[in-house]
């Protein structure tokens, strides 16, 4: 078991392979939080909790018998509200008569078999359920009679635990929820940890930002509706000395597409808190009487082995736990060239053709024809909604272009923006109310293109079967779910005022019930999402794309840190990345190694390559296969890190099996008569003997030698240099 519960003691204690997560029923019935971090069996720690004169603090107990138990104090599992807990908080709500209190404690529970899931929301699944134990853990304010059921599903051997609350509403009156946080998150030692985070903006997302956890609020927030470029609703607080290798690593990351928050608060007495889920701002949502109100779910992972260890856990769950697409493991994903960059808004089927049988010269496997296909689309400025073929472009007919590459033996991809619409459609035109536009203002335009209200049902049904109809009318066997705007102006024609601080949270599960009538019902064809490149990029997304489109920026070098970032949380095999012809003094084929760091692929016109190019270009897509499932599979390591001052970045993927690994270098800095530099491997079997090939290496040594020594890279390689070295068992 998993979970268990010791009924003399009232704790539970959460069990994955390495970790321990303990909570207890404690003074007054108030769940506190005891422990979470390496395994510790059978053992009660609520000696940790220590208790002492709290001054200012108030005390729940009548004060006159007892004045040293304060909830500013106690670690908890989730938050009350007006109770003396002046720190951060994971729950705010209006009462039916207007007071703000919530006094939750523990009600009941309930251990059970398979993870847990949620009304409209995605959530990680099991393939085998018996692998996973979830509790159900019920606190009440036993005057208005709402109940806060705090739901953990535990993955044993992924060390994986995933936390969201369920709010039912058991009282006569409708009460309003301002903040509902998916998980509460109470470290009794909170001193010397720092805050790793993933900010960014559009075309540098998740960059890597760590600072120290100190007495204020620290906010990581999106309000831009998605999850946005400048922020990736991921967290990790570590150990000050954690470093890739070493040290206790807390990992969050949330499972929401839409406006998050995350606020970690170091408080008076040096414990720290931490709480994530849907942002409050222009949130309120009405709970009516016997209703449910569900947050998006928090996959959590600890480990004291660094933060490669942590990544590591993350990639592997992703992998087996989020997305049951054949994509993901038994279809091998084609060798892609996107049409965006090649020709942008100008192009018709011939031209398309022509360009299929240019890339199929480079070992393309799939054409995906971008933006530009439908409506009269010739630029950004009309068509969005109107998903209807453009007879004028594609004069032969969707089923014939398809046909076609078809018989080039090319497969084929397609583009949409389906949560879009330009006010020069006919979409808008006949239906102008589902636009989200704030009743006697003018609403904010982005790429001059208005939102549609993905809170309808009639618009989410218009979307299934608009976009369902184009898919079943060709063999169609990609597309790419782009949405190209922030989110603004909420407000929604069918909704009345009291509830309009529900339009955000809505229009998410609006687009997750679109994507389940799209997405769940083409098992066969491969989704790609894209939010101007990396803006929607989240752990939600991941559940329906098989792989997301990590940035519009493709210059490779600027890429070496996006991946870098992204690889803290998100595995090789969900992030889209593309050869382009994006900085020309950057050789292809380090723009080919850096691809392979990501799902490769071509943004380029292929019809404008010469032999030269054709030839490193079909060289580069028969490598991407021979290390597909290395790269795809195997266990991922950041070994150099390129925000710092360094003349090489690179990274290694190993098999599990440790039988083979892949080492990428590539040369950021030329340094005239500079020093040996030798590349430290990593994850080796330290006795095994390896064979390292590549560039006229005919090194042997044991994975000892290798991680502890390191291979030298060759002195004064131009910049922009790529080596891959491919490290073979041989005994
Ligand atoms: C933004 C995407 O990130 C690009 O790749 C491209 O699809 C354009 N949108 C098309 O409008």
Request: with cysteine; glycine share 6%; charged share 25%.
């Amino acid at each position: 078991m998993a979970i268990i519960y010791n009924q003399n003691k009232k704790t539970f204690s959460l069990h994955t392979a390495k970790t321990t997560y303990q909570m207890k029923i404690g003074n007054l019935d108030y769940v506190n939080h005891l422990y979470y971090g390496a395994s510790i069996r059978d053992e009660d720690l609520s000696y940790l909790i220590k208790r002492y004169d709290r001054g200012f603090s108030g005390n729940p107990y009548d004060s006159l018998k007892e004045r040293t138990f304060s909830l500013d104090a106690q670690p908890q599992e989730f938050t009350t509200q007006q109770q003396g807990d002046f720190r951060i908080n994971s729950i705010e709500v209006e009462n039916w008569d207007g007071s703000f209190s919530f006094d939750g404690r523990y009600r009941s529970h309930r251990i059970r078999k398979g993870p847990f899931t949620l009304s409209g929301l995605p959530t990680a699944f099991a393939t085998d359920q018996d692998t996973v134990d979830t509790l159900e853990l019920v606190i009440e304010d036993s005057i208005t009679k709402v109940q806060v059921t705090l739901l953990y599903s535990v993955f044993e051997e992924a060390d994986i635990i995933m936390r969201a609350v369920r709010v039912h509403n058991g009282g006569k009156e409708t009460i309003r929820l301002k903040r509902i946080m998916s998980f509460n998150m109470d470290y009794m030692n909170g001193q010397n940890l720092d805050l790793i985070s993933l900010p960014g903006r559009y075309g540098q997302e998740r960059q890597v930002e760590r600072q120290p956890l100190t007495h204020h609020v620290h906010k990581i927030r999106s309000g831009r509706g998605i999850s946005s470029h400048q922020q990736n609703p991921f967290i990790a607080l570590v150990e000050r000395t954690a470093n890739e290798d070493y040290g206790a690593c807390y990992g969050f990351a949330l499972m929401y597409s839409g406006s998050f928050l995350a606020e970690a608060e170091l408080d008076q007495y040096d414990q720290a808190r931490l709480v994530m889920g849907i942002n409050d701002r222009l949130f309120s949502y009405a709970v009516d009487p016997g209703e449910d109100f569900d947050t998006p779910a928090v996959l959590m992972t600890y480990t004291h082995k660094g933060i490669t260890r942590m990544s590591r856990n993350y990639h592997d769950f992703f992998r087996d736990n989020l997305n049951d697409s054949r994509f993901i493991k038994d279809v091998r994903r084609p060798v892609l060239l996107n049409t965006w960059e090649a020709a942008f808004f100008d192009f018709d089927d011939v031209k398309l053709v022509e360009i299929a049988k240019a890339a199929k010269k480079i070992g393309v496997e799939m054409i995906v024809m971008d933006d530009g296909w439908f409506g009269r689309r010739n630029d950004d400025n009309s068509s969005l909604g109107d998903w209807y073929v453009n007879k004028d472009k594609i004069r032969c007919g969707l089923n014939d272009l398809v046909r076609q590459i078809n018989d080039l033996g090319l497969k084929f991809g397609i583009w949409f923006e389906p949560e879009m619409v330009s006010e020069d459609s006919d979409l808008f035109r006949s239906h102008p109310d589902w636009a989200m536009e704030i009743p006697g203002r003018h609403a904010v335009r982005s790429r001059n293109q208005l939102v549609l209200d993905m809170s309808r049902r009639e618009v989410q049904d218009y979307l299934i079967e608009r976009i369902n109809s184009i898919l079943d009318s060709a063999n169609i066997y990609y597309v790419k779910w782009d949405i190209n705007r922030a989110i603004t102006d909420l407000w929604s024609n069918s909704l009345d005022s009291e509830h309009q601080g529900e339009v955000s949270h809505r229009y998410v599960l609006g687009l997750y019930r679109v994507m389940d009538g799209i997405i769940k019902t083409h098992p066969d064809i491969m989704f790609e999402g894209c939010a101007g490149g990396g803006g929607r990029f989240d752990p939600a997304m991941l559940t329906y794309f098989v792989q997301y489109w990590s940035s519009d920026n493709t210059k490779p070098l600027d890429n070496l840190k996006l991946h870098y970032g992204s690889s803290f949380l998100y595995p090789v095999c969900s992030m889209g990345a593309h050869v382009s012809e994006a900085s020309p003094m950057v050789p292809l084929e380090t723009k080919a190694a850096i691809a392979m760091c990501g799902t490769f692929g071509y943004e380029l016109d292929a019809t404008k390559l010469n032999e030269k190019e054709i030839t490193a270009c079909r060289k580069m897509s028969e490598r991407y296969h021979e290390y597909y499932d290395l790269n795809f599979f195997g266990d991922y390591y950041r070994l150099a890190d390129p925000f710092e001052q360094v003349n090489l970045v690179a990274w290694e993927t190993v098999a599990k099996d440790k039988s083979e690994a892949l080492i990428t270098v590539i040369t950021v800095n030329l340094t005239v008569n500079g020093p040996q530099e030798y590349i430290m491997c990593k994850g080796l079997d330290a006795k095994t003997i390896y064979r390292v090939e590549g560039y006229d290496s005919d090194l042997e040594a044991s994975g000892m030698a290798l991680m502890h020594a390191g291979i030298p890279i060759p002195r004064e390689i131009p910049e922009y240099t790529a080596f891959q070295y491919h490290l073979k068992a041989i005994g």
